[in-house]
């Protein structure tokens, strides 16, 4: 037994359509991801692009405590080949430009990292 | 009565003031989390300031509760009983007051978290972060438990003695915790000292009965409030006896300093009392407001009753809420005087979350005044608006 | 069944607080896979002497801070809100009740160069609530920018006045790219160049001073901290604290 259901259903129906509309209109459309300038260099990154495109979050998070906290500086990789554990020296030495690669993707996910405000990435023409 | 009626009751207009009076400092926090602590007045050599003076403040005004739940519980003291709701409505709101100033003390309020996450149970401030938001949720269970009941004339629940035994040991803790923040940092002569956590807890127990009292004592003048008699000179007793401890702590921590005469000790008390005028306002006020409250014609004069508590509270805040930060930094590690004043948007800060805390206990006490607190508002007299009407109209059945 | 509204709010209370936490997809062990670096010098206890004699001159002292503020965008903020890894004091402000009104005049004129001690016994360590200051295995002791919050009690516990604040947006004139800055609402101190050290390189004020700062492990007998110590007096400052600096000054 609800009390004043004239009022409350049609308004859970409102707060559902504003809620879900957004996600129903978008729905159906493959995700596009925008158009990224390539690393310079000729070497494969760390991990596997699909790795790193889900994951490096995670990956310098765990980089971040592996260096700072346990002094851990030498990344081995799944395929052997081993980096420093450096965000500057070792990521942004192929991704050199900041806006075309790491900007523009996190400009189109609403994504805002925190990183940047420490970490200078030059900005290369 | 018909021809003063408002618009808005006069506790509306009081809630609506302390509303306005939170605007500015919420402002000045925007820009303070913007362009960092620099708005304020610390520096380097001073790293706490006002914000952790009044955190350590209110504190000690939220751990005074239990000069009322102690009595009350352990003991059956009825006097104290009656007051328990409006002693929890301050406790509350001194102790979401103290956890606002801690929140824009921090550099970096939105790693708040990290303290959880990452638990160090070394550090003191990992566990005032778990005492405090603790203190604040028991707290309001107890006042919503024994409120709830009150309104409907049943009795509280059995289960309520185990958490007011609860609050009776976190409420000495908390203010215990406090003084461990600065007792056990080697570096700062002035707060070194075994007695501080006793120094905390005996001012703690002057200020908090002291502004319950004042607000009795004004509900009485003002607000035609008829509190028990009998409760407000247990309350003035403690209080008498409490700022007498005060006194008598600080002159002993004085002896060490001058009769040991480390140069550490002394040279902070020193660079401390030349500071400004204000460690003898302090000194001061407390020893005229004891001879105040120790002097029976003045303790059963109308005016200088209000006076010596008024006097109570301007010194403890001095000490407490000021100078005892100060003391700990006015000598820096390299042997110079620091210099400190707050700023204008510290202060800002300061006094609207002071006006949120009062928020928060006037909605307290307005809702406490029922049957067993005495504190009543006797119906009839100064109705502005018809709720009170039919309140008071439905009072008078149970009278 | 009938519920009273009290019971139902507390069932959805208690619903959505046991709600299982997001169970967290197979992540690759990424910090797993880290490792020291095969380069990295290692030590018992990291310490330093610094030969305040050799550094009477007012550039070499100036150099020695320049070069570790450099490198590590420390910004240039002079008065009471100053960041500084390591500053220069005066006897009696380094060492507060040492002097006395007979002590030699090329004493009593000298200027040291003070920085965080990496004590052994670190009170900084003891009360941060969150970890961001930690004491490694070889005696460092370690800040994390990412994870301080702010509080400053590491300030106020510190004996030496070793730790800076950043009150505002720090804005290095020079930002050097292949170090990370610091922002607004974290403290900061001397690392003694932990990065430069897991490179197998010494820090960079010990480089500058051109001698007269030693950088080198109390655990190995043959180090050049240990036979300096061993051949000269050194003092560290306000022992009697009991926070066992690292930092040793030859008078």
């Known amino acids: ?40 260099k000729g070497v494969s990154c760390i991990e596997e692009r699909a790795v790193m495109a889900a994951g490096h979050r995670v990956l310098l998070f765990a980089w971040r405590d592996a260096a700072v906290c346990r002094n851990s500086r030498l990344y081995l990789a799944s395929d052997g080949r081993s980096w420093t554990v450096s965000l500057e020296g070792t990521c942004l030495a192929c991704h050199s430009r900041k806006a075309g690669f790491c900007d523009s993707c996190h400009a189109a996910n609403l994504v805002t990292p925190s990183c940047w405000g420490c970490h200078k990435a030059p900005e290369k023409p | 009565m018909a021809a003063r009626r408002l618009p808005f009751s006069r506790f509306s207009l009081w809630l609506l003031f302390l ?70 409505s301050l406790a509350i709101g001194a102790v979401f007051s103290a956890c ?57 629940p059995p289960r309520t003695g185990g958490l007011l035994t609860l609050s009776i040991f976190w409420a000495f803790s908390i203010h215990t915790l406090t003084a461990f923040l600065y007792a056990g940092l080697p570096g700062r002569d002035f707060w070194f000292s075994a007695i501080l956590a006793a120094r905390f807890l005996a001012s703690a127990f002057c200020s908090g009965p002291a502004i319950l009292l004042l607000l009795a004592l004004a509900g009485q003048r003002f607000f035609r409030l008829s509190p028990d008699p009998q409760a407000l000179r247990a309350l003035l007793r403690i209080i008498t006896y409490t700022m007498g401890l005060t006194i008598f702590f600080f002159l002993l ?51 200088l009753l209000p006076l010596s508590l008024v006097l109570v509270l301007v010194s403890i805040w001095l000490d407490k809420g000021y100078l005892f930060i100060l003391g700990g930094f006015s000598r820096n590690p390299f042997g110079q005087a620091a210099f400190y004043a707050p ?51 439905a009072g008078e059945k149970f009278r | 069944m009938i519920l009273s509204r009290r019971r139902f709010l507390g069932l959805a209370a208690a619903a ?27 030590a018992g206890q990291w310490a330093m002497v610094i030969d305040s004699r050799r550094l009477a001159r007012p550039e070499r002292r100036a150099a020695v801070i320049a070069a570790c503020h450099a490198f590590h965008n420390v910004p240039d903020l002079p008065g009471p809100r100053r960041v500084a890894w390591i500053e220069q004091h005066s006897f009696a402000e380094t060492f507060p009740g040492l002097p006395s009104a007979f002590s030699p005049a090329n004493l009593a004129d000298r200027i040291f160069l003070t920085l965080c001690n990496h004590c052994r016994n670190p009170p ?18 370690g800040m994390d920018s990412h994870r301080c919050i702010g509080c400053r009690y590491c300030m106020a516990a510190c004996p030496f006045g070793a730790r800076s604040f950043n009150f505002e947006d720090p804005r290095p004139a020079a930002v050097n790219p292949v170090y990370p800055l610091r922002e607004r609402g974290v403290v900061e101190k001397c690392t003694f160049c932990a990065g430069r050290l897991s490179e197998g390189r010494l820090p960079l004020c010990v480089e500058a001073a051109d001698g007269a700062i030693a950088f080198g492990d109390l655990a190995d007998p043959a180090s050049s901290v240990r036979s300096l110590l061993a051949e000269n007096f050194a003092v560290r400052r306000n022992p009697g604290l009991g926070t066992e600096p690292g930092v040793y000054y030859i008078l």
């Open chain 1, 1 to 40: 037994m609800i009390y004043n259901a004239g009022y409350v259903l049609p308004g859970l129906a409102l707060f559902a359509a504003l809620v879900l509309g957004p996600f129903l209109l978008a729905a159906g459309g493959p995700y596009r991801p925008p158009a990224l300038t390539p690393a310079e």
């Open chain 2, 19 to 88: 509303g306005c009076l939170s605007l500015p400092g919420a402002y000045f926090y925007l820009e303070q989390y913007r362009q960092g602590i620099c708005l304020t007045g610390l520096s380097r050599d001073v790293p706490w300031g006002l914000y952790v003076a009044q955190f350590t403040f209110l504190v000690g005004v939220a751990a005074s509760s239990v000069v009322f739940t102690l009595p009350a519980h352990f003991h059956q003291d009825q006097r104290f009983a009656r007051l328990l709701l409006p002693a929890e």
């Open chain 2, 100 to 156: 606002l100033f801690v929140f824009v003390d921090l550099g970096r309020p939105e790693r708040l978290w990290n303290i959880l996450l990452h638990p160090h149970p070394g550090s003191l401030i990992f566990w005032d972060m778990i005492a405090l938001p603790g203190y604040l949720v028991l707290t309001s269970l107890l006042f919503w438990l024994r409120w709830n009941r009150q309104r409907h004339g049943i009795p509280p």
């Open chain 2, 253 to 303: 921590a004085c002896f060490s300093v001058f009769y040991g005469q480390i140069p550490a000790q002394t040279a902070s008390f020193a660079m401390l009392a030349s500071s400004s005028s204000l460690p003898a306002w302090c000194l001061g006020t407390a020893l005229v407001s004891f001879s105040l409250l120790a002097c029976p014609a003045a303790r059963a004069h109308p005016v």
């Open chain 2, 343 to 393: 700023s204008l948007p510290e202060a800002c800060i300061a006094l609207s979350i002071y006006a949120c805390g009062a928020l928060v206990v006037s909605i307290g006490l307005r809702l406490g005044s029922a049957e067993e607190s005495g504190l009543r508002p006797e119906p009839g007299r100064g109705a502005a608006s018809p709720g009170r009407e039919r309140k008071g109209a």
């Open chain 3, 16 to 42: 959505v607080t046991t709600l299982p936490a997001a169970a967290a997809a197979a992540v690759a062990d990424f910090g797993g896979r880290c490792r020291t670096s095969p380069g990295a010098l290692a």
């Open chain 3, 124 to 141: 900084c360590v003891r009360v941060c609530p969150t970890g961001a200051t930690f004491r490694r295995q070889d005696g460092i002791v």
